[in-house]
């Protein structure tokens, strides 16, 4: 497919000259809006002027900073594709090839149109040909290794009470709307009525009649209300403990008899394994309950419903268009569909990402920043191990076993060493959907066949151009892909206490992730084994417990409070970060004095807080804000601007009060580190 770059006049297809032409989104004063008060309204005073003058895009549910840097690293990476996508020099199943031909079939809606729905109706056939339970087990991984979720996740991890080893992992799973709660809570009463039109809309375009669609979605919704009560409660996810249930293959057969889970393994291409990692045996319980109760005709008809609802992004405009309409619109409030480039360029990341990866380093990521970020991560590992060494609360067994711990945390910054293989996989530039299915399928059967062998860990959980970072705890590792080390977060030109602030505070998440409460339950060596007294675990509880409770009292919307227990681990994150940050900045100021300067009116410390507060700015449609209160284990960007630099003690210093004989506000806390 030739002539795809730059198409005048079509959004669709290329971004508009104004998008192109976007300043970088730096730090800047002029964000501020200084009539706020910073002690009551600090992500106002940082970044109110910001909120004014830059309205959400129709295409967001929520703008905020990494949305700028995304948007821009989206048209760097678009120019790879395009450029891929004209130039026919390059070898079959070089990096090149593979983004340009994906890039070109995601890009063919002419073709697109054409083929409605053939590029799934083999799946559809081999559901409607299900003919008993084991034949239900075996489709299950089928539709699986295809990319269709339903039923319940299946994945490969590192062992986490034997972190040097791939296990397999059984999750709940098998809803089409984000949360349990919108199955079972009264409030979503009418979203649950939009959501069975929804299914009976897809169906008619599929060619059902209305009445039989209708039946379809009673169906479907029936049974994914039955999973939804059985599955926990997203905060009950978070505990790694409770969430680990190693069953052996025998306990296994005799657990879940209906579900036939041994050969759904091998039919994904697990290996002969002692063992795999249940989650949450009630829900497999109830699962295995409802294949007895359920008949096939009601289990064709969910997994039908997961088919073309996995598929709907990739399909023709009218299927497509609902789609977007009921889980874009009416779920997050987000007015108008993502471009096409832009869909186009995320498929390419989800399914080749590293390939993509590999282009995008070599063409933008500036080596130095490599460097550059190496020595803040060893500024703030430094600090933090100051502080646990000065912990009073701590006894001396417990502290040697975290600086053990920190000392031995790997740090992975840029880009893999060795980009991932991708040899076999067959892209085709006239097959959008048969390249996601095998792309998908690729996947799926790595992750399957290195169950029982040795982790890798030179393995990266997300591609280079992601703007994002993470810890591992399995790993004891931190990450930072070269996507998020640039402006806002990393600024080569920007002074110290804006980089320590935004780049700075990220790293000391990442750190004190280790450390929260669920990370401080891994080892030395990435495995879940309790090394604190029990003294200092009451001690740290008492601490995280005050943070939950903060959090739990804010009222982020009308009778809708955060959930300080769904967000604990990122609320800590965000608390150590700060503090980590800070004194990592003071000690680079502290050896040279001539930093300490005013900039734009600012002292050093007022500009750390402003740029740690400038990294979270944002703006949430209130339906995106609803579901993140449901679901997200963070808490809301606004909040994490503010409530971890208010109640930090220096933060008074900063920003100290206009009536010196007044009281500063009280703090409710300021978190285990």
Known sequence: MHGLKNRPGNHDVSPSKSEREKPIPSFST????RSADPRKEFDRYAWGRWADTHPIPADRSIYRASSELSDRNLIQLLDIAEDC?????????????????????????????????????????????????????????????????SFFDAYSGADKKDSATYAMYLAQGGLSLPAREHYLSDSFAQLRAEYREHIVKMFVMFGNKRESAQELADQIIEIETELAKASRPNEDLRDDEKNYNRFGMGKLDKSYDSLFLRDFLAQ?????????????????????RMFKE????????????????????????????????????????????????????????????????????????DRHSKQRAQTLVDDLIFVFREKIQKLDWMSDATKRHALEKLDKMEVKIGYPDKFRDYSGLVIKPDDYVGNYRRATAFEYRRIASRVGRPVDRSEWLMTPQTVNAYYHP????????????QPPFFDAA??????????????????????????????????????????????????????????????????????????????????????????????????????????????????FFISWAQSWRNITREKELTERLISDSHSPDSYRAKIPVVNYPEFDKAFPLDNPGAEPETKKTTGPW
């Open 30 to 33: 002029d964000y501020m809006d």
């Open 494 to 607: 920007a002074d110290d206490a804006v980089n320590y602030g935004a780049i700075g505070g990220i790293i000391g998440h990442e750190i004190t992730h280790g450390f929260d409460d669920q990370g401080r339950k891994f080892n030395v060596n990435g495995d879940l084994k309790d090394w604190w007294t029990k003294a200092d675990e009451t001690e740290f509880n008492a601490r995280a417990n005050a943070i939950a409770e903060l959090y739990s009292s804010i009222e982020a919307l009308p009778g809708m409070h955060i959930n300080g227990k769904l967000t604990l681990g990122e609320n800590i994150a965000d608390f150590g970060g700060v503090a980590i940050a800070y004194e990592a900045l003071q000690r680079r100021l502290r050896q040279d004095p001539a930093k300490r300067r005013l900039i734009d009116g600012l002292t050093a410390e007022q500009r």
């Open 85 to 149: 996508a004209n130039d026919k020099s390059a070898g079959p199943g070089t990096p090149k090839r593979m983004v340009g031909d994906l890039y070109a079939s995601a890009m063919n809606t002419r073709l697109i149109e054409k083929l409605k729905f053939s590029p799934i109706e083999d799946l559809l056939e081999r559901v409607s040909n299900i003919r008993s339970a084991k034949d239900l087990a075996e489709c299950m991984a089928e539709m699986k290794l295809n990319g269709v979720d």
């Open 294 to 365: 359920h008949g096939l005709e009601q289990w064709r008809a969910y997994l039908k419903w997961h088919v073309i609802s996995s598929f709907a992004p990739m399909l023709h405009d009218a299927v497509l268009e609902e789609d977007f309409d009921f889980f874009n619109r009416k779920l997050s409030g987000q007015e108008a569909q993502r471009p096409r480039w832009k869909r186009s360029i995320s498929a390419i990341d989800r399914c080749i990402g590293e390939a993509l990866g590999s282009l995008y380093v070599d063409r933008y990521f």
């Open 474 to 485: 399995s790993l004891n590792e931190i990450v930072f892909p070269a996507g998020i080390l």
């Open 268 to 288: 994904l291409g697990v290996p002969s394994v002692n063992h795999v990692i249940v989650g949450q045996p009630e829900f497999f319980d109830a699962l295995n």
